[in-house]
C-alpha cells in the first residue's frame, strides 16, 4: 500500500530514485521516482500523491533551509527529487496542478565568466517550482534581449562578480526599454560588487544578497508565497 | 659626540631585533630547515595530490578563451580540442624544472625587498576588498582614491608589511570611468609608498600602461628598466573550475614579454566552484596555478612566477566565501606542494576581520591565518585587514613582527647553549642579569610596538586603556606623521600623461 509520507520523507532526504547514491546504506531501497509509480499503480489520485505527498516534502524543506537546519546541497537534492515526483505526475494531473510559479532567464553579464552564483539561483528557483532558461555566462546584452523576446519571462536575473562587469547589466535593462520590453518583465541582479543602491540606480526591479532572498524575492516579483 | 654613539648603538640593536628573521640576501635567509615549519601531508599524499594534478592537466584540461593563446600551447606540445588545453606531463615536468626557484623583488627605490623563493616570511596587504570601512563613521562604505592613497600611506609605515596588495575596487563613475579608474589607483600607490607592489587590474591593456606608469618610476630611480628591478607584480586569477579567461591570460603574457614576476591566485571555493574534500579542492587550485605556470614558461623559459591560493570553503546557507579551518588546512596544502616544486610561494587571504571590525575574531582569524602561512616554512605571504580596516592592518603589523621573531626559530651554537656562562654562575647562587652574556643577546627578545607591556597598576594609571585604543593612536600617530618618500617629478608627469592617453581613448571610445 503505497504510502505518501514515505515520498515526503525521499523529497526530504533528496532521493530521486532507489539508485539515488547519497545515503549508500539505502541504495536499491524505494525512492520518490518508485513510489509515486507504486501509487500510481495503486489507483492514487494523482493529485492527492502530489498534495499530500511532493508537496508537504518540499515545504519541509523550505522551513527547514529557512532556519539552517537544511544547507544548499542538501536544499538541491531534494529539489530534483521533487522534480523528479513532479514530472511523472504532470501527464496525469490537469494543466493548473503542475503550472510552474513563473519563467526566469538567468546569465552573467557581459565579459563575466563567474558561473557559479547565478547557477545557484537557477537551481534553487527550478527548485522552488520556477521555469528557468540558464543562458550561461559572459551573455550580451543583445542575447538578453533576443532570449526575452523567444522566452517571454517573469523575470531577467542578471549577476556580476566584477566591478569591470557590472555595467553591462545596466545595458541590457536600457537595451530592454529600447526594445519595448522592459515593461512586460522584471529585472533582479546580484552578485558581490552588486548593492540596492547601484540596483536602483541601473533601474533593476530588485536585488538579493544570496540565493536564498533572491528567491523570496522572485517569489515576491511574480506574486507567489509559497 | 659619545651619547649619540651610544644612541645609535641603541637604535642598531632595536633594527636588529625589529628584523629578526629577516633578510639582507637569500644566503641570510637560506637554510629552511633551520626555521620552524609544519606540513599537513606527508609525502604519500603530496605525491597522490601531484598525481591527481597531472591527471587533471592531462586528461580534463583547462578552458583557455584566447584562440592565440590556445594556439601557442597547442604548438608547444599542448593537446588541444577547442578551447581546453590539455598540459601532457613532461611539459609540466620542464615548466617546474624551468622556473625560477627564487627571485628578487625590488622597492620602488630599486633596493631588493623579498627574496622570493627564500624561507622568509613576507607579508602584504590583503587584495580588493570591495568595501572600506571609514574610521569616521564606523561604517562600510565604497571605496575612493584617497582610502587607496590612505592605505598605501599606511602600509609604507607598517615596518612588518612588506608589499601591498590591491587595496580595494573604486566603483567607475561618470569623472573616472572603468577605462582610467586602475590608472587612478596605480598611481595612487605607487606615490605614496615605496615598498613593492602586488597589482590587481582589470585587463591586458590596462595592465600595460600601469608597467608603463612603473617604468618612468623605475628609470626615474635609476634602473636601466623595470624588468632589471620589477617593484610591481601583476595578480592573476583564474576562474575556478579550471578556466583561464581572456584577462587573466593576456595579464600573463605580457608580464612575461616584459620580464616582470606574476602572482597566480586561484580562488576555488570548495563544495561550489571546487571538491567539498580539502584534497580534492588542493589538486584543482594546485592544476590551476601549474597551468599558469605552464602557460609563462611556454611563453618564455625561466619567467619569475609566483604560487598563492585563496581556496576557501562555501557557506552552505548563503551561498558566501568563508573562512574557517578548512581554508587553513588547503592554504597550506597548496603552499606545501609550491614548495615540493620548488616554485616560489604566497600565502593568500589570512582574514581582516569581521566586516572590518577590529575585535576578539578579527585578532583570533588573523593570528590562525597568519601562523598557519609562516609555518609553511616562510615566504608566505599575509593578506591583511588593511583593505577593509586599516585598524586591523595597525594590529596584523604587530601580529606579523610577533611570528617573525618566532620564525626566527632556535638558533643553537656554542654562544647560545651558553653552557660555559651557566658554569660560571652555577647552582642556586646564579644571577644572569648583570653578565655581559645576557647584556649581548637580550635585545633580540621581540618586543610589542602597538600594545604595550605594563602592570596592571601601570595600565590602570594610563586609563585601562584597550587593544582598540592603543590601535588607533598608532594609526593616527601614522596618519598626521608618516611622508612617504615622494616619485621623481620626471616619473609623475609621465604617469599623468599615460592616465590622460588613457582617458582620451576611454572618451573616443565613448564617442564612437
Known amino acids: 500500500m503505497a504510502n505518501l509520507e514515505d515520498i515526503s520523507n525521499n523529497v526530504i532526504l533528496g532521493r530521486s530514485d532507489k539508485d539515488s547514491p547519497l545515503y549508500p546504506e539505502q541504495i536499491g531501497e524505494p525512492g520518490v521516482k518508485e513510489l509515486i509509480e507504486e501509487a500510481i499503480a495503486e489507483q492514487v489520485p494523482a493529485q492527492e500523491i502530489l498534495t499530500e505527498g511532493l508537496i508537504p516534502g518540499i515545504e519541509e524543506v523550505g522551513e527547514r533551509m529557512a532556519d539552517q ?21 504532470k501527464p496525469l494531473l490537469s494543466a493548473d496542478g503542475v503550472k510552474a510559479k513563473g519563467k526566469v532567464i538567468v546569465g552573467t553579464a557581459k565579459g563575466d565568466m563567474h558561473d557559479i552564483g547565478k547557477s545557484l539561483v537557477g537551481m534553487m528557483l527550478e527548485g522552488a517550482g520556477f521555469e528557468v532558461v540558464d543562458l ?6 543583445e542575447q538578453f534581449v533576443a532570449a526575452v523576446e523567444e522566452e517571454k519571462p517573469d523575470i531577467v536575473g542578471m549577476s556580476a562578480l566584477l566591478t569591470t562587469t557590472m555595467f553591462g547589466m ?14 512586460s518583465v522584471k529585472v533582479v541582479v546580484g552578485g558581490a560588487p552588486i548593492t540596492e543602491e547601484f540596483a536602483r540606480e541601473i533601474g533593476a526591479d530588485g536585488y538579493a ?8 524575492l522572485m517569489k ?5 508565497n509559497y | 659626540m659619545m651619547i649619540q654613539a651610544i644612541d645609535q648603538v641603541r637604535t642598531n640593536a632595536e633594527v636588529a631585533m625589529n628584523e629578526n628573521a629577516a633578510n639582507d640576501s637569500f644566503e641570510d635567509v637560506a637554510g629552511g630547515d633551520d626555521h620552524p615549519y609544519f606540513r599537513v601531508l606527508n609525502d604519500e599524499k603530496r605525491d597522490r595530490i601531484h598525481a591527481a594534478t597531472a591527471e587533471i592537466l592531462e586528461h580534463i584540461g583547462v578552458k583557455v578563451t584566447r584562440p592565440e593563446a590556445v594556439e601557442m600551447m597547442s604548438g608547444a606540445g599542448c593537446r588541444v580540442d577547442g578551447d581546453i ?14 622556473a625560477p626557484k627564487q627571485f628578487t623583488l625590488f622597492d620602488r627605490e630599486g633596493e631588493p625587498a623579498q627574496y622570493l623563493g627564500s624561507p622568509a616570511v613576507y607579508t602584504h596587504t590583503g587584495y580588493t576588498p570591495l568595501e572600506f570601512f571609514d574610521l569616521e563613521t564606523g561604517v562600510r562604505r565604497d571605496y575612493t582614491l584617497d582610502d587607496f592613497r590612505l592605505v598605501a600611506r599606511v602600509a ?3 615596518p612588518n608589511v612588506d608589499a601591498i596588495g590591491q587595496p580595494g575596487v573604486v566603483r567607475p563613475s561618470a569623472e573616472n570611468p572603468l577605462e582610467v579608474i586602475n590608472h587612478l589607483e596605480f598611481e595612487a600607490m605607487v606615490t605614496n609608498s615605496s615598498k613593492p607592489i602586488h597589482t590587481l587590474v582589470a585587463s591586458g591593456a590596462i595592465l600595460a600602461d600601469c608597467l608603463d606608469m612603473a617604468e618612468a618610476v623605475a628609470k626615474a630611480n635609476g634602473a636601466s628598466s623595470l624588468s632589471e628591478k620589477p617593484f610591481v607584480m601583476p595578480m592573476l586569477n583564474p576562474i575556478s573550475p579550471l578556466v583561464y579567461a581572456d584577462d587573466t591570460v593576456d595579464k600573463l603574457l605580457i608580464s612575461v614579454d616584459r620580464g616582470i614576476p606574476v602572482i597566480c591566485g586561484p580562488m576555488p571555493l570548495a563544495g561550489g566552484t571546487s571538491p567539498a574534500t580539502l584534497a580534492g579542492t588542493i589538486a584543482l587550485s594546485n592544476a590551476e596555478s601549474l597551468f599558469g605556470l605552464v602557460m609563462s614558461q611556454v611563453r618564455r623559459k625561466g619567467a619569475p612566477y609566483v604560487m598563492i591560493t585563496f581556496a576557501a570553503t562555501m557557506d552552505m546557507r548563503t551561498g558566501d566565501v568563508t573562512s574557517g579551518p578548512e581554508g587553513m588546512l588547503m592554504v597550506a596544502g597548496c603552499l606545501e606542494m609550491g614548495h615540493h616544486y620548488r616554485i616560489p610561494i604566497a600565502g593568500g587571504g589570512a582574514y581582516g576581520g569581521r566586516h572590518g571590525i577590529l575585535d576578539g575574531d578579527a585578532g583570533r582569524q588573523q593570528m590562525l591565518g597568519a601562523l598557519t602561512r609562516s609555518l609553511l616554512r616562510g615566504n608566505a605571504g599575509v593578506s591583511i585587514g588593511a583593505g577593509s580596516s586599516l585598524e586591523a592592518a595597525v594590529l596584523a603589523d604587530e601580529t606579523f613582527g610577533m611570528l617573525k621573531a618566532m620564525m626566527a626559530g632556535v638558533p643553537v651554537d656554542d654562544e647560545t647553549l651558553a653552557v660555559d656562562v651557566i658554569r660560571e654562575l652555577g647552582a642556586g647562587s646564579g644571577n644572569y642579569l648583570a653578565h655581559p652574556h645576557t647584556f649581548r643577546h637580550f635585545r633580540a627578545f621581540w618586543e610589542p610596538s602597538t600594545v604595550p607591556r605594563s602592570s596592571y597598576e601601570g595600565w590602570v594609571a594610563q586609563g585601562r586603556k584597550t587593544t582598540d585604543d592603543y590601535v588607533k593612536e598608532r594609526l593616527r600617530d601614522i596618519m598626521q606623521n608618516h611622508r612617504p618618500k615622494p616619485v621623481p617629478d620626471s616619473a609623475v608627469g609621465t604617469m599623468q600623461d599615460i592616465i590622460q592617453e588613457a582617458r582620451r581613448r576611454a572618451a573616443a571610445g565613448a564617442a564612437a
Open chain 1, 170 to 183: 545596466r545595458d541590457t535593462i536600457k537595451a530592454l526599454e529600447t526594445a519595448d520590453m522592459r515593461r
Open chain 1, 220 to 224: 515576491r516579483l511574480v506574486g507567489v
Open chain 1, 136 to 141: 550561461g555566462v559572459d551573455v550580451s546584452t
Open chain 1, 69 to 89: 537546519r537544511m544547507f544548499i546541497p542538501e536544499v538541491l537534492q531534494s529539489s530534483a527529487a521533487f522534480k523528479t515526483g513532479a514530472a511523472l505526475l
Open chain 1, 209 to 216: 544578497e544570496n540565493a536564498g532572498e533572491a528567491m523570496d
Open chain 2, 156 to 158: 609604507d609605515a607598517l
Open chain 2, 85 to 98: 588545453v590539455r598540459v601532457p606531463d613532461w611539459l609540466l615536468d620542464d615548466a617546474i624544472a624551468s
